[in-house]
């Protein structure tokens, strides 16, 4: 079963069955439901599929006692209707996607399939010799017309137009240029330099927050590099780990290798026995970019390694480490935690909006905007072929024509048939050639070299009158005028760049130019704040534990791995040190923002050891809140405590 699908599918279709697990759970939380709690249920989710006589038939089933374990892994007679009672709720009142529906239908489905071999495959039927349910309850009539009205639901509606726009070029600069002033990366960039040219981390002038800060633009465009550069989403892009990475060069074409281990299509060309490509596949070699800053991934991602290594971790990134690791409230970074979707999402959010971007972007839109980049927006002459794009992107060789389509040749065709232009004097003549790259071409016109003229002639009749208005008014002035003589060999507006920055060494080693250090700001000399910045390489662990597959251990282990942590430590989530043997100016002092952790973790791991002599059943016995998770745990151990006259509680 683990290589029948790739892990992320296997993780998506868990996550569909546990939502509905949980969704049929919450209406039996008693032995009874009520009439109208029944009707709610019912007529609420089906009424636009349903008539009167099947309401009043799937009420009958719903009172049937098989109803409440309908999505168990062996279904009954009730599977088929509750699951379309789902997916109705999903795709009629949560307005939820028909793909979002379609995924639904196919975790259910893949579920009863493995559940005992050939019974639960094929259309969904009473065996009358048998008298049993056979072939799969996701196969029936009724879930077939679920799907069949959302669809229709979704045409009428103008179809699924809630698809992430694509990232262009343009809009990752207007980005990077907001990062730039709402951060200054150049600070970052001049702090790093110092450190490799001999300084001790602990003699930078850097306090908490101006590191918090400096951390989160810094993750954000780094993220946004590579994800615009190998096309990535969320799920795969927060996977990679320093094992993932390998940092290769010389003088003249220095590059890392990344290899994305779950990229989609990986696991088609295994089963096709393409053994010989695949060592190949999902392998990208990135190089440096320095006429696209905002695109550069080589540059970022050897800045932000750096940056992580020295102001967070104090030692180098191991091969377990997250290249994105989660950064909690406080300003610690956890090595073997990923960033969520949500973080992601909400990084988007924020740095389009703040470059006054419009338009509904979601973790999609990097891959979408560097697709469409290279085959249609590129330079004339570096744009990408179909076969190329497609192994880029992963994409299998039989993929669906939809997919390419709606990544490249919609797009491609609204542009060349995109006429809003007509009435310009100079035409571009989209529908020409491919993306309108002749008139990139073609000699210019006569019309074309007129406008030109007389653009410039324009121009130069307005410089004369403005020099005659500056020289009448010098020639009345009575203090002689003073000039300015320019820095010799600074360079003007015209000729800066989208944003300074360092020359990177060919080698990984990434030794960083002090030719540009006049042209970048300033590091601050003095902190700006009291705010000390904690030991490098301290964290806490979170729990429940997350998993690089996505997933999080349940709720009520998580008891367990506080315990654990407490006496052993986690290597793969940096801690190196079990938290019983921390010192105490680990959590005190400039540390002190580990304090409260620190104790909830030795509260409930000390309540466990010495209280209940590392017993599990009694523990479990006293505490019935462990099921709950951690949190409520605490607040009973305390209870306990005070009861016990163990712990004194303040007066608030």
């Not at 950064?327 to 909400?346: E, L, R, W, Y």
Request: hydrophobic share 35%; with cysteine; net charge positive.
């Amino acid at each position: 079963k683990t290589h029948l699908q790739a892990s992320n599918t296997r993780t998506n279709y868990a996550g569909h069955v546990r939502r509905g697990r949980e969704w049929l759970a919450s209406h039996f939380e008693s032995s009874t439901v009520s009439e109208t709690r029944r009707d709610d249920i019912f007529q609420g989710s089906l009424v636009p599929l349903l008539t009167t006589a099947e309401i009043s038939a799937d009420n009958d089933v719903y009172e049937d006692l098989a109803f409440k374990d309908a999505f168990e892994n062996v279904p009954n007679k009730c599977s088929d209707k509750a699951l379309a009672l789902y997916m109705s709720l999903k795709g009629f009142h949560e307005n939820l996607s028909k793909t979002t529906v379609e995924s639904i239908r196919s975790a259910f489905k893949k579920m009863w399939e493995l559940s005992d071999g050939d019974t639960y495959r094929g259309k969904w039927h009473f065996n009358e010799v048998k008298q049993r349910w056979e072939g799969n309850p996701a196969d029936s009539a009724d879930i077939y017309d679920v799907l069949s009205s959302i669809k229709h639901k979704a045409s009428a509606e103008g179809g699924d137009r809630t698809h992430s726009m694509a990232m262009t070029k343009d809009y990752m600069d207007r980005a990077f240029r907001w990062h730039q002033a709402a951060c200054p990366l150049d600070i970052a960039l001049q702090m790093i330099e110092k450190v490799m040219n001999g300084a001790r981390p602990s003699d930078i002038c850097l306090d908490l927050e101006m590191r918090t800060k400096l951390t989160r633009h810094l993750e954000q465009v780094t993220f946004a590099s590579n994800g615009w550069t190998l096309w990535t989403r969320c799920d795969p892009a927060r996977l990679w780990s320093m094992r993932d990475l390998t940092c290769i060069g010389s003088k003249c074409t220095p590059y890392f290798e990344i290899f994305l281990a779950n990229r989609k299509g990986w696991q088609k060309k295994v089963d096709k026995g393409q053994w010989e490509a695949d060592l190949r596949s999902n392998h990208y070699k990135i190089y440096p970019r320095p006429d696209a800053p905002a695109c550069d991934s080589f540059f970022w991602t050897m800045i932000w390694i750096k940056w992580l290594e020295i102001f967070h971790y104090g030692r180098t990134l191991l091969p377990n480490d997250f290249l994105f690791p989660a950064m909690s409230a406080n300003g610690v970074m956890h090595p073997g935690q990923p960033i969520s979707h949500d973080t992601v999402q909400k990084w988007i959010n924020e740095s389009t909006t703040g470059a006054g971007i419009r338009g509904n972007f979601s973790t999609h839109c990097f891959r979408r905007g560097g697709a469409q980049y290279w085959f249609m927006f590129a330079p004339v002459g570096q744009r990408w072929t179909l076969a190329k794009v497609r192994w880029w992107g992963g994409w299998a060789d039989g993929e669906h024509r939809d997919t390419l389509v709606r990544y490249l040749l919609d797009e491609l065709h609204a542009y060349e048939t995109d006429y809003s232009d007509a009435l310009s004097p100079i035409s571009r003549g989209a529908d020409a050639s491919l993306a309108g790259e002749h008139a990139l071409t073609r000699p210019a016109s006569t019309e074309e070299l007129r406008m030109v003229h007389a653009s410039v002639a324009a121009d130069v009749n307005s410089l004369r009158n403005d020099m005659r208005s500056l020289t009448s008014c010098a020639s009345r002035t009575t203090t002689p005028p003073y000039t300015t003589q320019p820095v010799r060999g600074a360079p003007t507006t015209a000729e800066r760049p989208l944003s300074p920055r360092p020359i990177v060494s060919p080698m990984p080693t990434m030794a960083l130019s002090t030719s540009s250090t006049s042209r970048r700001p300033r590091v601050p000399t003095t902190a700006s704040s009291s705010q000390k910045l904690p030991t490098p390489g301290l964290v806490i662990p979170r729990v429940p534990v997350a998993h690089p597959n996505g997933t999080s251990s349940p709720k009520n282990k998580s008891w367990k791995e506080i315990v654990e942590h407490w006496l052993v430590g986690d290597r793969d989530r940096g801690l190196t040190t079990p938290l019983k043997d921390w010192p105490k100016e680990w959590y005190q002092g400039a540390n002190r923002r580990f304090a409260s952790k620190y104790h909830q973790r030795a509260t409930i791991a000390l309540e466990f050891i010495n209280q209940y002599e590392s017993n599990e059943a009694r523990f479990l016995a006293a505490y019935p809140e462990a099921e709950l998770g951690h949190t409520q745990l605490l607040k009973a151990v305390n209870m306990a405590r005070a009861a016990r006259g163990d712990r004194i509680s303040r007066n608030k």
